[in-house]
């Protein structure tokens, strides 16, 4: 029996992508185990599928002044020695590295082992620990075509990201009987993400009114974002997080309103949900939703919105604009070359392994 190790934690998109594989690996009889941060959101959702799990040392290495930045580097270097004894004991046949600042010790470790290593990068351009750890990797698959020319000739492999089975298995019925919407109107999803969605969802809540007259809205505006004022409007309900019925609402929807984080619109891409894109400005981030949209939009799967220039009148005209020429975007998608990715992601580690 093969054995891979996965890694990757911080944020729930750096560890959703390796969930999406494990179904796919335990077919194929791998022996898969996971190394994280001690207390990071992946210890949690490893745990859940029953994937024996180890923690490590993480510190996060910063471009910005903090001080913190003395004290992370040694907690790197630890995280290295123990991620290099976990992998000394499990022997694996072959790493699958998500990223984040965890999976940097990991991969170097790796390294130092002789032991193969696959890293994907969600982003258009990658982020920092991928960049430190790309140096180490035998592929490196990626989302965007214009992510290929940024990336290690020969290594660089375009795939799309491996996205959840359960999202395929929604039900629409289902979706209706749970938000109480009628079949006769078309439903909006809107899905504000956790870090920034304060923008989005004032400003969906500000054309309400406007919306309601052709749509049904779905609002997921994230932790401690739920409005009292709109409380019981017909044709409207809001969650801070939906899990279980998450594909039951995609299945529902007819168009999305959402950020442009690279794990939430390749969902999109491969639900073939036509959607207006709301990136993060760059002011709180590196700008990476910012291409990510631009690139969507360019490939004709979305409407592209930046949160500087929303005006009432223009997020409304958009979200109508995007639902009248829906058939466009969801043509385009299918015509898309990311294809597969678990499948494709799946081949080249049956390939290295």
């Not at 194929?28 to 745990?47: A, M, N, P, V």
């Not at 504000?192 to 609002?219: D, M, Y």
């Not at 799967?301 to 109508?320: G, N, R, W, Y």
């Amino acid at each position: 029996m093969k054995r891979i190790v996965l890694t990757g934690g911080g944020t729930a998109g750096h560890v959703t992508p390796n969930i999406a594989l494990v179904p796919r690996l335990r077919e194929l009889g791998y022996d898969i185990h996971y190394i994280g941060s001690y207390t990071g959101i992946e210890k949690q959702l490893i745990e859940a599928l029953g994937l024996p799990y180890y923690g490590i040392s993480s510190g996060k290495l910063r471009r910005y002044f903090d001080l913190k930045n003395f004290s992370d580097p040694f907690r790197v270097v630890k995280g290295y020695f123990e991620a290099r004894k976990i992998l000394q004991k499990l022997q694996p046949d072959i790493i699958f590295s998500k990223g984040g600042f965890v999976a940097v010790p990991v991969v170097q470790a790796a390294k130092g082992l002789h032991i193969p290593v696959i890293i994907h990068e969600s982003d258009m351009t990658p982020g920092l620990a991928n960049r430190l750890a790309i140096p180490a990797a035998t592929k490196v698959c990626c989302n965007f075509p214009e992510t290929l020319s940024s990336l290690p000739e020969g290594k660089a492999v375009l795939t799309g990201s491996p996205i959840r089975r359960e999202l395929h298995d929604g039900d629409r019925l289902a979706g209706l009987k749970f938000t109480g919407f009628s079949a006769e109107k078309p439903v909006l999803l809107i899905i504000g993400g956790s870090q920034g969605s304060v923008a989005v969802n004032q400003a969906i809540r500000g054309i309400l009114p406007e919306l309601l007259k052709t749509f049904q809205v779905v609002h997921l505006c994230g932790k401690g974002n739920l409005d009292d004022s709109p409380k019981g409007t017909s044709g409207y309900v809001q969650y801070e997080y939906i899990q279980k019925e998450l594909p039951d609402l995609f299945a529902l929807a007819d168009v999305v309103v959402s950020r442009a984080g690279a794990n939430a619109i390749c969902e999109l891409l491969d639900l073939r949900k036509p959607s207006l894109l709301i990136p993060l400005p760059s002011s709180s981030s590196r700008g990476d939703q910012i291409l990510n949209a631009q690139s969507f939009e360019k490939q004709g799967f979305s409407k592209v919105l930046m949160e500087d220039a929303i005006t009432p009148e223009l997020l409304l005209s958009s979200i109508l604009d995007l639902y009248r020429n829906r058939q466009t975007y969801i043509t385009a998608m299918e015509k898309s070359d990311a294809g597969d990715a678990i499948a494709t992601i799946t081949s080249l580690i049956e390939e290295i392994a």
